[in-house]
């Protein structure tokens, strides 16, 4: 067998086996709509502690 066909039935079988498992993955991937989980639809509550300002020394 030539070089360059054995190359090119390297290549064919490399893209046959990414193309099945791209195949695969679409069919048994994750759902392209998920059900949103309780914080979607609840406003956004802010900790304190992650908003406070530092001052420095001697600051009110």
Known sequence: ?????????????????????????????????PTPGPSAHQPATHHPSVHQESHGEGAP
């Open 1 to 33: 067998m030539h070089t360059g066909l054995r190359i090119a039935a390297f290549a064919a079988a490399v893209a046959a086996v990414f193309a099945i498992a791209f195949g695969v993955g679409r069919v048994a991937g994750p759902d392209p709509d």
